[in-house]
């Protein structure tokens, strides 16, 4: 059995490490490590990045360790249109960066509340719950057809997709309150942070970091990790759920877009690892003689490192500190979309092998 010793011993450690500095700043800053606060540049806080790309390198490299007995992992040539998504989400990225710098209140502006990029994420996470939902009722009628266990699990596997990202797309409209003109309901308005009818902003630290933390590992980790296992693993139909480097590609400007979180240790974290699985693909892409897959995954890892940077320096000009998180919510819902589709189409080419085999079966009955 495949088991990541390596890569779970540096999580491990950076767990430990975590309630270390939650100590650390608790004790001699009087601050709370998970909340939002003004990126600051001060000898503690670059040793605190230090540690942080150290475990980002540790954790990456032991994993590729830990998967060596498998061989190198084969890169395919993108199609043209995957190329085009891949190109075309961090120019976007690079474009909302200028657009800060040139006017923060623009800036701002598109990211409020009912404005044009809250709507998109929360459509954009339909679409993926819609996806999924086609996929369950295909896979529905393919396993009444078969009778099939695997059909079954694989239905109830994107239902509960499909569920999820529903709940999540109406907690970003905060379930059309605005739309419909619903009041907030007395018991909420003490306790969210915006008085909206939703539950993530009730406590919005943590549910923010578990919303980026899950979207990072399915959307970066999850294809990084299947890019090394899928010669030495048969998923069968589970196969279609795994999310694919383009998934990855698409979404990866996500890591940049931090501000008010980006002292805890998890963002740091993320950020690192994001850039260094690019370019770690980027080199399997060299190898293999794919130029114009190295030249993208190269130039969308610099380009993380400059946004974040941006938004780190220049913290004091945002409107609001949480202003990049929104568009970081854009592209993570665009890596949700593309997910959601692949699956459904995966899924969906089995349909016709299923069909010709309960065939089969009816004429030989």
């Not at 710098?101 to 679409?127: C, K, P, Q």
């Not at 008010?260 to 370019?279: A, C, E, G």
Request: charged fraction near 15%; glycine fraction near 6%.
């Amino acid at each position: 059995m495949f088991l990541p010793r390596r890569f779970l011993s540096v999580s491990l450690l950076s767990v430990l490490v975590m309630v270390g500095l939650v100590g650390i700043e608790r004790s001699l800053f009087g601050v709370r490590y998970f909340s939002e606060r003004m990126p600051e540049i001060e000898p503690y806080n670059l040793w605190h990045a230090w540690v942080s790309l150290s475990l980002s390198l540790a954790a990456i490299q032991g994993f590729t360790r830990d998967a060596s007995w498998l061989g190198a992992p084969a890169l395919r040539m993108a199609s043209r249109r995957e190329l085009w998504i891949c190109i075309a989400m961090p120019v976007f990225a690079a474009a909302a960066a200028l657009l800060f710098s040139v006017d923060a209140a623009i800036f701002s502006a598109l990211a409020r509340e009912d404005n044009i990029f809250e709507w998109l994420s929360a459509l954009l996470i339909f679409a993926s719950s819609v996806f999924f939902a086609l996929a369950a009722m295909g896979q529905l009628r393919a396993a009444r057809g078969e009778a099939d266990r695997v059909a079954w699990l694989a239905a109830g596997a994107a239902a509960s997709f499909s569920l999820v990202l529903f709940i999540v797309g109406m907690e970003e409209i905060s379930w059309m309150q605005r739309v419909f003109g619903i009041s907030t309901p007395d018991a909420l308005l003490g306790l969210n942070k915006q008085q909206e009818l939703n539950l993530h902003n009730i406590s919005t630290g943590f549910t923010e970091l578990l919303y980026y933390t899950g979207s990072f590992v399915l959307l970066t980790l999850a294809p990084f990790v299947w890019l090394y296992l899928r010669k030495g693993f048969a998923l069968g139909r589970f196969e279609a759920f795994t999310p694919s480097v383009l998934v990855l590609a698409a979404s990866a400007p996500m890591a940049a877009f931090n501000s008010d979180n980006w002292s805890m240790l998890p963002t740091q974290m993320m950020v690192m690892m994001t850039i260094i699985i690019l370019l770690v693909i980027a080199d399997l892409a060299l190898r293999g003689g794919l130029w114009r897959e190295f030249t993208v995954l190269t130039a969308g890892a610099i380009l993380i490192v400059a946004i974040q940077e941006l938004f780190v320096l220049q913290a004091q000009e945002l409107v609001r500190i949480w202003d990049p998180t929104e568009y970081k919510e854009l592209f993570i819902a665009v890596g949700l979309a593309i997910y959601g589709y692949e699956t459904w189409s995966r899924l969906r080419s089995l349909a016709p092998a299923t069909e010709l085999l309960v065939g089969r079966r009816s004429t030989a009955g």
